[in-house]
Each structure stands twice: as C-alpha cells, then as structure tokens.
C-alpha cells in the first residue's frame, strides 16, 4: 500500500468532496497543507486577514453551494478565522477550515501559540475535531466535508504541524456523500394543514430562505388561496421575481405592506421561515409551520401545528388539497398597500437639496446601471438596508448580507470570494464607511489576486446605523464620528482605480464609469448623515425618543443636527 502525507490526504480529499479554493494566509505549522495545495487542483487565495479569508469563503460557499475552504497557521492564525466562520456557519454556507495547531509534543504545554482550537470553534461549527493520528487523515476530513455539505455550516479541521507532515499508509478510501433525499410532512399532516387554509379568511404566506428552489410553488399557492406573500430578507433572492403576488418584507428593516400582510392575517403559513423577531408575529392567528429541521420549529413564537419537510415538495403534495379561494379582497387590499409602500420607495430615489446625496438615490442608480446578473454584497447596517429595498430582484441577481450574525465589514471580503468564484459575474459591495475601513487591507487582496470587484463606499462620517439606534432610544449620539481617509485616493495608492462624489450632478456618471471598468474599481461617495431608516410600523416609543433626543441635541448647542435630521428625512 502506497504513503502519503496527511497533508496530501486532506487536499485531496477536500478536492474529491468539490473544494476548488482554500482562502487563507500561509505560515510555519500550515507550510505542509499549502505545499499539497500547490500541487493539487485546488488554488490558494493569499488574503491579507483571516478574517476576511473566512468571509470570502463563506461568499463563494453560499453563492454557489459548493464547499469551500479556508486555512491558518497555529495561534493566532487559526484563530483569526472565528468572527468570519460565524458568519458563514449562521449562513448557512458550506466552509471547512483546516486549523492547524503547534506539534503534538508540545500541546497542552502553554507552548507560545497555543490556543485550544476545539473549544473555540466547537461554537460556530456543525463538526470540530483534531487529527489525533496520520491514519485519521482522510476519515476525519471526510466528516468534516459531509458535515459542511449536508448540515450547511462550517466544519473545523485540527491539525498539529507535526501530523501534517508525517507519512502514512492510504487506508481506507473514506469519502463525504451528500445524499438528496426527498422530505414532506404525512398526509394526515398536510390534511390538517390544508383544512386550516381553507377555513382561513385573511390567509398569508411568509417565506423565508427555505422557500430556495420553490418559487413557482409559491405563486400557484399564492393564487389558488388568494394569499400575499410576505418574505424575510434573506428569501428576497427566491421570493421576489415575477411573483405578483409579493407584498415584501417584514421585520425591523422591513416595509408597511409586509408588516401589514402578516399583521392583519387570521392565518400565518411560514414557509422555511426562521424568523427571530417575534414581536413581527400577528397576536390572534393560526400559526403553521414547515420547516426542513425540527428543532426550527415554535422556537421564535409559538405556533399551532408544526410539520417537518421541504418546502417544494410540500407544496407540491398541499396544492391538490386545497380549495380555490373565491374572495379577493384581503389580497386586493395587500397589494394596493403594497403599491402604496413601492410608490414612497421610489420617491425616496432623489437627489437632495443643494446636491445632497440621499442613500436611496445612489442605490437606485446602482440598481439601474448594474448587470441583470450581478452579486450584490451590503455590510451589515444602513447599506444593507438600502440593498433590501431599492435594488431589483429578477431570478438571475443576488443578494448577500450578514442578516443573521450582523457582523460589519463582510460586503467586501465576501465580495472576493464571490468573485473568484464566479468570475463572469459583475459582483458589487456595497459598503459603509466604518465596514470597509475594519478590513481595509484586503483591497490589496483584489488587486495582488486580480479579482476585479466593484466597491461602493457610503460615506456618511459615522457609525451610520448604531447612531440612528442611540437617537431611537432618545439618546445623543455617541462615539460613532469617523474620520475617514479619502478612499478614492487609498485606492488609487493601492493600484484600484478610485473616484471621489460628493455631489448629486455627477453621481450617475461615475457610476456607471466605475461599473464599466476591466478591473477592481471603488467609488467612495458622500452621502447624507442624517438620513433614518425608517420601520414598517413607527412605534409612539420610538416617536417620543426621537423627540427626546432632539430636545437633548438643542440642549447641547446641537440643534443644527436637529434640523438637518427634520429637512433630509421629512421636508427635502
């Protein structure tokens, strides 16, 4: 039997279970691992930060459903991974990460950098587990590959520096599967949930990520019961497109029409919908239920009948289950609200006074002037906002944001990996001011990998998002002024073709000269300061804090912000 090295036998296996690119920054106990991947099929991206490497893995991972990977050397290494494999592993998004450790002899020593790995990402991972043996190699890295595959979420590879190097026999072939099995509720179970939606009268549908691959199920269901369609942020993707039956989202960043769908409803079917808020639940409504993984189900609010199963093919077995809904009118009512809510979005999309730029604006024209099938990233805040609600969906876009883990600074690195997955795809990260100053440096990355991605700056000066929570709770702001750097010309230093707006009259035609360029462009642009993001449902708390703040902003000799805050958002 033939010797390999452990290195060798975890690239190749990774390469068998789909891996075409580990993301990662080399170093003494990885030396072993990126020496086999020279000589695998599989391509080393050189990043500046581990973090960043994490979260471009985690982008391609979750754009393509392909495992990805991502490496690090001992200690801090291997530890710098933690926040960007949460964030893929809370996508959902398919990531192993080879982690290796300082020799075995010196494990549990205290030996410099020494860092129990396990301990950490047992965590944010569906499997974690050391290489304690060479002839664990190929078994261990097959279950952390079919993990990663069949759970969706990252996986975590321990491996001594020492481990990697040695020889050992073949063994065994151990290798991932990804089986497809076909899951729905019983018949008894869809006969229940089908009597409730046919007593229902103000029936709606919310549709969550789960709802992937089920879009044209929606709809018929949707028009046999006459039902609005509500969705989270993270089914905008599935759910929007040619769906005429769409009322859009709810929730915190959500908008009036779907807020009012699910609001006004006796009946509530989710659909692969794990929604966390459940303050955005109706509070006298029949609840049901479908969802791929058990443990999801009653967990946000309770509900009242709970069945396990794919959305697609349990839809398929409903629909014939079902009757033909004769009145329209609660449908008709939430699709004119719908228009109402469609309409005050678009006459967000302007140009302010003096040629102040509003952040709607500069999504739309974003919006207008990108591909019909780009990949669109928004850092976690008000850009993610402005994605969710003025860029247009079609069946061929993208959408990726930290929804889930909310973390700042993943448009960018996740942007990369997107990229390099998919390098005929225009990929856009819309980024905020303090996101893309946190992981800065992996601008470098685009350039040194020639990865040519677009990058959109929202430059508002602050910690846009977290001081519009502070003024919420009728707080002053605090602590959230950035003094930022020119990043057109940061880029420009960094071999990035950069452009600088910080008016409206030229804003479309940078635009489109920076989306028009061959390789990784930037265009940093001044946006309003004082622009809200407004809820689909304006508490009277949130109207009384508001006002606090404002009487504490003039108190303060602040009361030029006050009245840059009333023009922007209610009299420009």
Known sequence: MSRKKVADIIIETLAEAGVQRCYGIVGDTLNHITDAIRRSPIAWVHMRHEEAGAMAAGGEALITG?????????????????????????????VVLIATQVATAEMGMDFPQEVDLKAIYDTCSHFCSYIHHPAQARRVTAQAAQAA????????????????????????????HQPQPVLRPSDAELDAIAERLNAGKRVTIYCGSGCEGAHDEVVALAEKIQAPVAHTSRAK???????????????????????????????????????????????????????????HLGRRHPVDLAVVGHVRETLQALLPRLHPREDHAFLRNSLRLRADTRGRERGEEHAGHDGLVHPQYLTALIDRHADDDAV???????????????????????????????????????ALGIKKALPQRQVIALCGDGGLAMLLGDLLTAVQEDIPIKVVVYNNGSLGFVEMEQKVEGLLDAYTDLKNPDFARLADAMGIYGRRVEGADTLEEAIQDVLSRPGPALID????????????????????????????????????????????????
């Open 149 to 176: 595959l069949n759970r969706r979420g990252a996986a975590v590879i321990i491996v001594p520096g020492d481990i990697s190097s040695a020889e050992v026999d073949e063994g065994l072939p151990f290798r991932p």
């Open 525 to 572: 642009v001044r946006v309003n300061r004082y622009e809200l993001v407004m809820p689909p449902k304006i508490e009277p708390g949130q109207v009384l804090h508001t006002a606090l703040y404002s009487a504490k902003a003039v108190l303060s000799g602040r009361g030029d912000e006050v009245g840059e805050l009333l023009r922007s958002n209610f009299l420009d």
């Open 376 to 414: 669109f990233t928004a850092d976690g805040g008000s850009p993610m906002v402005w994605l969710l609600r003025h860029v247009r969906s079609n069946g061929r876009r993208r959408t990726l944001t930290s929804l889930v883990h909310g973390t700042m600074a993943n448009a960018m690195p996740s």
């Open 237 to 295: 993707d599935f759910i929007e497109p040619d769906n005429p039956y769409n009322v859009g989202m709810t929730g915190i960043i959500g908008e009036p029409s779907g807020f009012r769908a699910i609001d006004a409803c006796d009946t509530l079917l989710l659909l692969g919908a794990d929604f966390a808020w459940s303050q955005f639940y109706p509070h006298e409504a029949t609840l049901i239920q479908v969802d791929s993984d058990a443990t």
């Open 66 to 94: 392909r495992l990805t990977a991502c490496a690090g050397t001992c200690g801090p290494g291997s530890l710098h991974f933690v926040n960007g494999l949460f964030e893929a592993h809370r996508n959902r998004a398919p």
